[in-house]
């Protein structure tokens, strides 16, 4: 059985950074590629970037380009979301998401396999 575990939010002040992390266990997360989706009080899940091992390719969403950065470490089967220059729209519980399938790319929400609970991200102004 696959987990995401999402750690690493908290409150920020506008401007600043954080890092998520998102481990994984019962599977080797190159097995999937990896999104990080983000969902904000009243608002639809959406997607924030993504990875994939071959090559090493990622993906972001225009919002969060040259701000965010997704990586991972195959020796700790964790994958990493460095997040900086938060803005308060940034505010929202963001999940780990493995599309173990890659039906699409960029991985879309309906398609993921395996989700975390997610973290919650608040960034103040």
């Known amino acids: 059985q696959v987990q995401l575990v999402e750690s690493g939010g908290g409150l920020v002040q506008a401007g600043g950074s954080l890092r998520l992390s998102c481990a994984a266990s019962g599977r080797a997360v190159t097995d999937f590629s990896v999104a990080w989706f983000r969902q904000a009080p009243g608002e639809a899940r959406e997607f924030v970037a993504a990875i994939r091992w071959h090559g090493e390719t990622t993906y972001y969403a225009d919002s969060v380009k040259n701000r965010f950065t997704i990586s991972g470490d195959k020796a700790k089967n964790t994958v990493y979301l460095q997040m900086k220059f938060l803005k308060p729209e940034d505010t929202a519980v963001y999940y780990c998401?493995?599309?173990?399938?890659?039906?699409?790319?960029?991985?879309?929400?309906?398609?993921?396999?395996?989700w975390g609970e997610g973290t919650l991200v608040t960034v103040s102004s």
């Open positions: 998401a493995g599309d173990y399938m890659r039906r699409t790319w960029p991985p879309e929400a309906a398609g993921i396999d395996y």
